[in-house]
């Protein structure tokens, strides 16, 4: 099999399982202890975070799925969802009658502020904590370069930013 160029060698298959198994279990527990400590799921997180940073907590839906790689169909349930919580509100665009507003309400920024600290400490305990600097380094070089190649393979075909 390893001379076979449909395959994986035996290096190439050794670090794609570990690379795999290691980003299903620190995904597994990063999102367990955000739903158990502050009830937010991963897309309300994402959500939120964008809606935080974006001028005046708002954002254009198009302008939300562009920051947070959504497809239309997946933010308007995720969003209708929030809405219901009371996390966010959608409101008419005042630029224009087809337009929608998505706006961080006060619940949803005491929530996400609630949550960053948390998530923060995940991400230390579970990603960054266990490197050294010289390992740090290399995880944000090689990451870098693996995006890279990524974005330069062309668009992501299940991400539509028109909405």
């Known amino acids: 099999m390893d001379g076979d ?9 050794e670090v794609w399982r570990t690379f795999f198994d290691m980003q299903v279990l620190f995904w597994r527990r990063l999102t367990h202890q955000l739903q158990q400590e502050t009830g937010l799921s991963e897309p309300d997180f994402a959500i939120l975070t964008a809606l935080a940073k974006a001028p005046e907590g708002r954002l254009r839906p198009f302008e939300l799925s562009g920051v947070i790689q959504f497809e239309k169909s997946r933010l308007h349930h995720q969003l209708t969802r929030m809405v219901g919580r009371g996390l966010v509100t959608r409101d008419a665009c005042p630029d224009t009658s087809r337009g929608a507003v998505v706006t961080l309400s006060p619940q949803g920024r005491a929530a996400i502020t609630e949550a960053i600290p948390r998530r923060a400490e995940h991400i230390r305990r579970w990603l960054t904590g266990p490197l050294d600097d010289g390992q740090l380094d290399a995880l944000g070089q ?6 890279a190649a990524l974005r330069t393979d062309g668009p992501d075909t299940g991400y539509d930013c028109e909405a």
């Open 5 to 13: 160029a449909g395959w994986l060698d035996e290096r190439e298959d």
């Open 142 to 147: 090689i990451s870098a370069t693996m995006l």
